[in-house]
């Protein structure tokens, strides 16, 4: 069994696989369109352009994507992405390309349980833990 996250957004889809591919040197697998749906029923005027399925792949981890053009809402709650590094290097590189255009909740430092943790919400208010395992 594997668990994947699926992130819903209201329009900004296309803007956030970008950010992603970016800050996260993630790499596209997947990308339709409302437009290319075959049935032209299944998404309101006026959505034609925005996302209707897409897949990123971050590391060795998988994450779905999409527009809902019947939301109107920004925010998400109720949960939050974990990325796990090896070393600090990488944990302030990710929290720093995240951070820009959000809103850092903790900021990355070393942790009880960690070297280096942070929350951050990025530009799209997606939350991401940022954490970097002990050594020993």
């Avoid at 591919?21 to 998404?43: I, T, W």
């Amino acid at each position: 069994m594997q668990v994947m996250a699926y992130l819903i957004f209201c329009g900004e889809c296309e803007q956030a696989l970008t950010f992603y591919q970016q800050a996260l040197d993630a790499r596209l697998e997947f990308m339709v369109r409302f437009e290319d749906s075959p049935d032209q029923s299944c998404y309101p005027k006026g959505a034609e352009r925005q996302i209707m399925h897409a897949s990123l792949m971050i590391g060795d981890s998988r994450i779905m994507l999409s527009d809902d053009p019947e939301v109107h809402h920004k925010g998400h709650h109720g949960f939050a992405l974990t990325i796990s590094l090896k070393d600090m290097s990488q944990g302030r590189k990710v929290f720093n390309a995240l951070a820009a255009g959000g809103e850092v909740k903790i900021p990355f430092e070393q942790s009880d349980w960690s070297e280096g943790f942070a929350l951050v919400h990025d530009q799209f208010e997606i939350p991401w833990m940022i954490n970097v395992a002990v050594t020993q």
